[in-house]
């Protein structure tokens, strides 16, 4: 079993920045994928980004493209998601997921591809 944790949320306004991580405990961090997703109210749980086991791949809803990062330090056992140029449609409770792989190459973007789930962490980007 892994246990995911997050952290960074809060209030900011329209253009700021937050960064979220994730910390990862009970397996090997290397060993999965790791992915970002988001739930604002009364709507599903959308996909935000995701990155590879090694790294080298990572994905983005076009949402988001070109304002968030995802990154990984597996010396840490932390996944990121630095969030800039925040709008209030980015809104939502965000969910870090780990998916077990064997791929270290390959990023997953579909909720039932992961295995674990954060509780997750409240961002709310004011007008």
């Known amino acids: 079993q892994v246990q995911l944790v997050e952290s960074g949320g809060g209030l900011v306004q329209a253009g700021g920045s937050l960064r979220l991580s994730c910390a990862a405990s009970?397996?090997?961090?290397?060993?999965?994928?790791m992915g970002w997703f988001r739930q604002a109210p009364g709507k599903e749980r959308e996909f935000v980004a995701a990155?590879?086991?090694?790294?080298?791949?990572?994905n983005y809803a076009d949402s988001v493209k070109g304002r968030f990062t995802i990154s990984r330090d597996d010396a840490k056992n932390t996944v990121y998601l630095r969030m800039n140029s925040l709008k209030p449609g980015d809104t939502a409770v965000y969910y870090c997921?780990?998916?077990?792989?064997?791929?270290?190459?390959?990023?997953?973007?579909?909720?039932?591809?992961?295995?674990?789930w954060g509780q997750g962490t409240q961002v709310t980007v004011s007008s």
């Open positions: 997921a780990g998916s077990q792989t064997s791929a270290t190459g390959t990023y997953y973007y579909r909720k039932y591809e992961y295995d674990y």
């Open positions: 990155v590879s086991r090694n790294g080298g791949s990572t």
């Open positions: 009970g397996r090997t961090f290397s060993d999965i994928a």
